[in-house]
């Protein structure tokens, strides 16, 4: 069942619970059972310590727990059942037993037994969450909501309980909502597909189709064989009007997947992109009554650029790669004006064509490396500073962006030699320094992280954030009066996170 709490997950929470005396490492010896499928050896730990005290209900309810895993339903029931007759006031039992009920489809009993937990334990987030999950099952997404917010109030570092209340905020037609929880989701596990996926479809209901794309795109990136997903992305962009993005993504999938091209939803989206384009190529000026070319809609889209109407440019830019895919600045722009909005797989892909046919400009290179490095493609990125470089040493845009990406990659000797040369290129940037000062902490050279800092502050001495990465070199040389007043200087400056190490460290 989707989205409800595996026992093996509760299994530790429950087990600190226990009241009773057990055997010596009772709980590492039933957990490393478990995992590793021994179940014989997990049901005869457990009968060693009932042996002893039969009437033993906390044990009790771990038996069942084991045999739920091992896949006996009935007989788990039978323990929780037995345990519970004996002590009806461990409110894990109930959720155990409410969580074999949904196995078995007895959602009624499983109901009653979540009730009854919440109310001996009205603190556990687990029980709300479990709760809200049959809820969800029974399509009563406004109580499902209720428990999924009642269990975020408990646990706000949980990202499945976002997600839960965002797709029943999005069943209740409760978009915004829905975003604001899909965000969160994200936030705390960006590479959670679940969440791009159900937010891309949200944005797709209010009309935001490229937002809705990036999400789609990205889920295609964590799994590139959803057949699904890729036809919905390319659905998108035909609803956005981008009739030649569609028809490329749909050529793509029908390379991929040749296998469905008889798909009956391949073929009605091909028919509308290709038909989307000849309509196109029909369009006619409403005052001169003159066809429209590809031309025509540059020039109008550069108009609209120079008075950011990024938006209202993208249609035309649309129109004009469908008229002309040979019009170099029209991907160029488009790739541009895509990166402007954050739709950063959409600027990827123009930003490519454009460089198919010009692959020495810097500028493209230069974003496509931004948005590469947006989605975390940090390989790539560095492809494309390198091409810079390879034209311009001295770029320090280039310089600077290839070096923070190594930084990303691990690759902490590539990301040093890099911002030496941006030193030494930019004595005078404050940032350079900030940027070398971070790279020798990761090879604890922290009196050189402290000297470039210092430089970097002489620089710019308004920057809260060079205060917040020497705060930590202080710590590192356990200096701790001096990084708590830099910490202090940072919160000033409104660095997030420079509180929660002031309160932990400081106080």
Not at 254 to 259: A, G, I, S
Not at 361 to 367: E, K, P, S, T, Y
Not at 486 to 504: C, N, P, T
């Amino acid at each position: 069942m989707k989205s409800i709490l595996c026992f093996f997950v509760f299994i530790s929470f429950s087990i600190t619970k226990l009241h009773c005396q057990t055997p010596e490492n009772f709980t590492d010896h039933l957990m490393a059972f478990v995992s590793n499928k021994n179940f014989d050896e997990a049901l005869n730990l457990i009968d060693s310590v009932l042996q002893v005290d039969p009437q033993n209900a906390d044990v009790m309810v771990f038996r069942g727990y084991v045999k739920s895993q091992a896949g006996d339903f009935k007989g788990a029931l039978i323990e929780f059942d037995r345990a519970i007759a004996i002590d009806s006031s461990i409110s894990f039992a109930f959720i155990f037993r409410a969580y074999t009920k949904q196995i078995l489809d007895d959602f009624d009993g499983a109901m009653k037994d979540y009730n009854t937990a919440a109310e001996l334990e009205p603190d556990s987030y687990l029980v709300y969450f479990n709760r809200g999950t049959l809820h969800f099952h029974n399509k009563k997404y406004e109580e499902a909501k209720m428990d999924f917010s009642l269990a975020i109030e408990r646990n706000p570092d949980d990202p499945t309980y976002y997600l839960m209340r965002g797709e029943s905020e999005m069943l209740l037609e409760e978009f915004e909502d829905a975003i604001f929880d899909f965000n969160n989701c994200l936030e705390l596990d960006p590479d959670n597909m679940e969440a791009h996926y159900f937010r891309g479809i949200t944005f797709e209901q209010l009309e935001k189709h490229y937002e809705a794309y990036e999400d789609l795109s990205t889920c295609i990136y964590l799994n590139p064989d959803h057949t699904e997903v890729a036809l919905w992305a390319a659905n998108i962009l035909i609803n956005a009007g981008d009739f030649q993005g569609g028809l490329e993504d749909l050529n793509k999938f029908k390379n991929k997947f040749p296998e469905y091209q008889e798909d009956e939803l391949y073929v009605s989206l091909l028919s509308e992109a290709k038909e989307g384009i000849l309509k196109l190529k029909e369009n006619l000026d409403k005052d001169s009554n003159v066809l429209l070319d590809a031309m025509t809609y540059l020039e109008l889209a550069v108009k609209k650029i120079g008075v950011k109407d990024d938006l209202s440019a993208l249609e035309d830019l649309n129109r004009a790669v469908a008229l002309n895919t040979e019009l170099v600045d029209a991907w160029r722009r488009r790739g541009l004006v895509k990166f402007n909005l954050g739709y950063y797989h959409g600027s990827i892909a123009d930003l490519s064509k454009s460089l198919d046919m010009q692959p020495n400009d810097v500028d493209a290179l230069i974003v496509r490396g931004y948005a590469l490095g947006f989605i975390r493609e940090y390989a790539a990125a560095v492809s494309d500073y390198s091409a810079v470089l390879s034209i311009d040493p001295t770029d320090t845009m280039a310089l600077r962006n290839r070096g923070l990406c190594k930084f990303e990659m691990e690759d902490y000797q590539g990301a040093l030699e890099d911002f030496n040369v941006l030193v030494n290129i930019s004595p005078d940037n404050a940032d350079s320094y900030r940027y070398r000062a971070m790279v020798k902490t990761n090879f604890n050279d922290n009196e050189g992280a402290l000297a470039d800092l210092n430089k970097s502050m002489a620089i710019n001495p308004d920057d809260p954030l060079i205060y917040f990465y020497r705060s930590n070199v202080f710590f590192n040389l356990q200096q701790p009066d001096k990084a708590c007043q830099d910490l202090e200087v940072a919160i000033k400056g409104r660095i997030m996170s420079a509180q929660k190490i002031y309160d932990f460290k400081c106080k």
